[in-house]
């Protein structure tokens, strides 16, 4: 089956308790993105990645990390997490990025990861 | 940061009633697409749009993407409680070469 996989679903941690939420696709897709969804903000860029190696900023990219080293996982780090990052995660990926082939692709998202920092 | 405002943020009707969902923007894009998510899940996609004017239509869902491809509509006609959710859209902005996604309206619709 088609899908992305995230875990943790759930995560209570502490401030400046570094954690890494993993992420996985079995498309053999090259675009990978994450997206933070917080009440009437919608979802917010973090981080993607056009390919192995290959990862730019999104729109909030202050406090993340991220990494490409294998097509299929693209895990997001938070060496230091605060309360404000207290939000609902999403891994999403598609064929190619809007970036290379000006098309938009369908995005097929992960289930999701809640974050609570306290 | 180009913004995709949805409106309205929260829609609570009653079954077979029909409703309009607006997504505007102050920029062009050259494409858009509507995803929907429930909850405790990802949004999957609806439909995407990609020419100025374009109408789709998926059973009772039509999709409008205005002239000016600033713009878009979601219409439902007599709604269901299985479209309750939170329905998103989301422009690719070539100029800006982003892919940004609206704020979100919340539909309810009861029994």
């Known amino acids: 089956e088609a899908q992305v996989t995230q875990n943790p679903r759930y995560l209570i941690t502490v401030t400046g308790k570094k954690l890494t939420v993993t992420c996985s696709q079995n498309?053999?897709?090259?675009?990978m993105s994450w997206y933070r969804q917080d009440p009437g903000l919608g979802l917010r860029q973090i981080y993607y990645?056009?390919?192995?190696?290959?990862?730019d900023k999104g729109d909030v990219p202050e406090g993340y990390k991220v990494s490409r080293k294998e097509k299929r996982n693209f895990p997001l780090i938070l060496e230091s997490p605060s309360p404000n990052q207290t939000s609902l995660y999403f891994c999403?990926?598609?064929?190619?990025?809007?970036?290379?082939?000006?098309?938009?692709?369908?995005?097929?998202f992960g289930p999701g990861t809640r974050l609570t920092v306290l | 940061t180009q913004l995709l405002e949805q409106s309205p943020q929260f829609l609570s009707i009653q079954e077979g009633e029909n409703l309009t969902v607006y997504c505007n923007s102050s920029?062009?894009?050259?494409?858009l697409q509507w995803y929907r998510q429930e909850p405790g899940e990802g949004p999957v996609l609806l439909v995407t749009v990609v020419t100025g004017g374009e109408v789709k239509k998926l059973k009772r869902l039509t999709f409008q993407f205005g002239d000016a491809r600033k713009d878009s509509s979601l219409h439902i006609t007599a709604a269901q409680p299985g479209d309750t959710g939170l329905y998103l859209c989301a422009g690719l902005n070539t100029g800006f070469q982003k892919l940004v996604f609206g704020t979100g309206t919340r539909l309810l619709v009861s029994p």
């Open positions: 498309m053999n897709h090259e675009y």
């Open positions: 999403a990926s598609s064929l190619l990025g809007p970036l290379r082939s000006g098309r938009l692709y369908e995005q097929f």
């Open positions: 920029s062009v894009f050259s494409s």
């Open positions: 990645s056009m390919n192995v190696e290959v990862t």
